[in-house]
C-alpha cells in the first residue's frame, strides 16, 4: 500500500525567504505524485503534479518540486514566500486501481506560517 | 480543469439527523470520489462513485451510513445519516480530470461542505 510522509506539521518562514516543504513516500512502482495547498476555508487547489519525465516539475504560484526516486521524496520549493502563500499543504501519492482509475492518499499536510 | 461545486457550503446539524451534501461539476466526468476531512487531520477517501454503479467504500466506511448518490455524470450526492459530533468533518467532492485520455488522471476538489454535529 501506498503512504506519504510529511514530517514537519508546522514551518514558519519570513515573507522573501525561501521555503521547501518535505515529502517522502513509499510505494512500490513509479508514483504519480501531487501537492496541494488548501487555504483557510477553502478546498484542496492543485500546486502541480508528477508522472514521468523532467523530474523537477513547476506548478502555479512560483512553485516547483523535484522527484528523487533514490530518496523517495517529492520536496515542493519556492524560492521567495508571499504572505499570501500561507496554507496548508499537503503532498499526496497516486495509483490506478484494477477499475481504471486512481487511488490518492495524502499525506498529514504542512502548515505554512508566513511572518513579515 | 473541471468546475465543483458543493451544497451546502456549511452546517450544523443536530445528532441523530442526516445531511445530504450535493456536489455538481461543470463537465461529464466518469469518476467522482468523496473525502472526509476530519479537524486537523489530512483526507480520508470515503467512496468511489461510478455513474450508473453501485459506489465502492473504503475500509471503514459503510453503506448505511453514508449512502451514495451517482444519477448522472455531473452530479453526486453523499448523505452522513444519523450523525453523531464524531462526523463533524469537511467532505470534499473531488472529480477525476481525465482529459489526458486516461493517462496523467488528476483529482481536482469542490470547496468542501463544513459539517457540525451538536
Known amino acids: 500500500a501506498q503512504s506519504v510522509t510529511q514530517p514537519d506539521i508546522h514551518i514558519t518562514v519570513s515573507e522573501g525567504a525561501s521555503l521547501e516543504l518535505r515529502c517522502n513516500y513509499s510505494y512500490g512502482a513509479t508514483p504519480y505524485l501531487f501537492w496541494y495547498v488548501q487555504s483557510p476555508g477553502q478546498g484542496l487547489q492543485l500546486l502541480l503534479k508528477?508522472?514521468?519525465?523532467?523530474?523537477l516539475v513547476q506548478g502555479i504560484k512560483g512553485f516547483e518540486a523535484e522527484f528523487k526516486r533514490s530518496q523517495s521524496s517529492f520536496n515542493l520549493r519556492k524560492p521567495s514566500v508571499h504572505w499570501s502563500d500561507a496554507a496548508e499543504y499537503f503532498c499526496a501519492v497516486g495509483r490506478v486501481r484494477s477499475g481504471g482509475y486512481q487511488k490518492v492518499t495524502f499525506g498529514t499536510g504542512t502548515k505554512l506560517q508566513v511572518i513579515p | 480543469s473541471a468546475v465543483i461545486s458543493q451544497k451546502p457550503s456549511r452546517d450544523i446539524c443536530q445528532r441523530g439527523t442526516s445531511l445530504t451534501i450535493q456536489c455538481q461539476v461543470d463537465s461529464q466526468v466518469t469518476m467522482m470520489f468523496w473525502y472526509r476531512q476530519q479537524p486537523g487531520q489530512s483526507l480520508t477517501l470515503i467512496a468511489t462513485?461510478?455513474?450508473?454503479?453501485?459506489?465502492?467504500?473504503e475500509s471503514g466506511f459503510v453503506i448505511d451510513k453514508f449512502p451514495i448518490s451517482r444519477p448522472n455524470l455531473t452530479f453526486s450526492t453523499l448523505t452522513v445519516s444519523n450523525m453523531s459530533p464524531e462526523d463533524s468533518s469537511i467532505y470534499l467532492c473531488?472529480?477525476?480530470?481525465?482529459?489526458?485520455?486516461?493517462?496523467?488522471?488528476?483529482?481536482?476538489f469542490g470547496p468542501g461542505t463544513r459539517l457540525l454535529v451538536l
Open positions: 473531488s472529480v477525476e480530470d481525465q482529459s489526458f485520455a486516461g493517462v496523467e488522471e488528476t483529482q481536482y
Open positions: 462513485a461510478n455513474q450508473g454503479s453501485e459506489a465502492t467504500y
Open positions: 508528477y508522472f514521468s519525465g523532467d523530474t
